[in-house]
């Protein structure tokens, strides 16, 4: 059964700095346009961050914006994001998530078809 797993999520000070990976089981990601997602109980899942597989091109929501980084190491397959500078608002559950179909190369929940069950990211001082 494929599956996409995230880790790397944990307790962080503000001002402190996580990075989270993803890795796929089952099946590999470099095919396919991939992005990071957050959520927080009660309220909607939110894009973070998407990038196109064919060229590589990022998008980042403004409120990450400077402050995280996306990418992919084609190599190990896995995908990364770099949160620096983070914020108590960063809390909240990481979710990678693949875009199988990967053409309409926007940074949006509906587009993604399979998602990870998340990692726990908790900004607190």
């Known amino acids: 059964q494929a599956q996409l797993v995230e880790s790397g999520g944990g307790l962080v000070q503000p001002g402190g700095s996580l990075r989270l990976s993803c890795a796929g089981f089952g099946f590999t990601l470099e095919p396919y346009d991939m992005g990071w997602f957050r959520q927080v109980p009660g309220q909607a899942r939110e894009a973070v961050s998407c990038m196109r597989h064919h060229d590589g091109s990022t998008y980042y929501a403004d409120a990450v914006k400077g402050r995280f980084t996306m990418t992919r190491d084609n190599d190990t397959d896995i995908v990364y994001l770099q949160m620096n500078n983070v914020k108590f608002e960063d809390t909240a559950v990481y979710y990678c998530?693949?875009?199988?179909?990967?053409?309409?190369?926007?940074?949006?929940?509906?587009?993604?078809?399979?998602w990870g069950h998340g990692t726990q990211v908790a900004v607190s001082s």
């Open positions: 998530a693949t875009d199988f179909e990967s053409t309409m190369g926007t940074c949006r929940e509906e587009v993604y078809d399979y």
